[in-house]
Each structure stands twice: as structure tokens, then as C-alpha cells.
Nanobody, 119 residues
Framework: QVQLVESGGGLVQAGGSLRLSCAAS????????MGWFRQAPGKERTFVAS????????YNADSVKGRFTISRDNAKNTVSLQMNSLKPEDTALYYC????????????WGQGTQVTVSS
């Protein structure tokens, strides 16, 4: 089992910044790729970004490229999402997730943290 707890959400004006954090615990985390997803009201959950624990490979959705940066701190077992130049359309519930490096499916999810961007 992998336990994930997100924090850092809140209300921010358009153009502002927020930093989300995900504290991970459980199994050997080096075996897992970590990801951020988001779900806006009435819409499906979508991929935002991911990062491997070894090698620092990162991937970002086109909608956030150049604005969001995913990073991890292996010593603290945390994954962060730095969000800059926020737009109202970034408003959503943001989830941290984990999957085995060998799998495509994310098996572990946090409870989510709300991000609201006002215009």
C-alpha cells in the first residue's frame, strides 16, 4: 500500500501562483511513478503531470506546459506541483496519485486538494 496526502490548495487570483505538495508513505517509493491529476466540476479527471522517483523523468499535459512544474524530494518522500500564471480554467480538485513504474494504471490516490482561481 501507498498512502498519499495532498496539501497546499486554496483560492488565488488569476496570474497568481500556488504550490501543491503530496506526502507519500508505504512501500518502496522508488518503484513508483508519481502523478498529479485534476477534476473540474462536471468534467472527467485529467492528467496534469508525472515524475519518476529515479531519473527525474517528467511529463506535463499540454495545457500546463510552461506554467506548472512537478518535482520530488526523495529524502522527504514528497512530490510537489508548482503552479504559476494560474488561469480560471485551472480551477479543479487536484489529486496526487502513484503507479508502479511497470504499469500504466495509477493504483493509489490521495483525497484531493481544491484549487480555485478567480478572474
Amino acid at each position: 500500500q501507498v498512502q498519499l496526502v495532498e496539501s497546499g490548495g486554496g483560492l488565488v487570483q488569476a496570474g497568481g501562483s500556488l504550490r501543491l505538495s503530496c506526502a507519500a508513505s508505504g512501500r518502496t517509493l522508488s518503484s513508483y511513478t508519481m502523478g498529479w491529476f485534476r477534476q473540474a466540476p462536471g468534467k472527467e479527471r485529467t492528467f496534469v503531470a508525472s515524475i519518476t522517483w529515479i531519473g527525474s523523468g517528467t511529463y506535463n499535459a499540454d495545457s500546463v506546459k510552461g506554467r506548472f512544474t512537478i518535482s520530488r524530494d526523495n529524502a522527504k518522500n514528497t512530490v510537489s506541483l508548482q503552479m504559476n500564471s494560474l488561469k480560471p480554467e485551472d480551477t479543479a480538485l487536484y489529486y496526487c496519485a502513484a503507479r508502479l513504474n511497470s504499469r500504466d494504471k495509477y493504483d493509489y490516490w490521495g483525497q484531493g486538494t481544491q484549487v480555485t482561481v478567480s478572474s
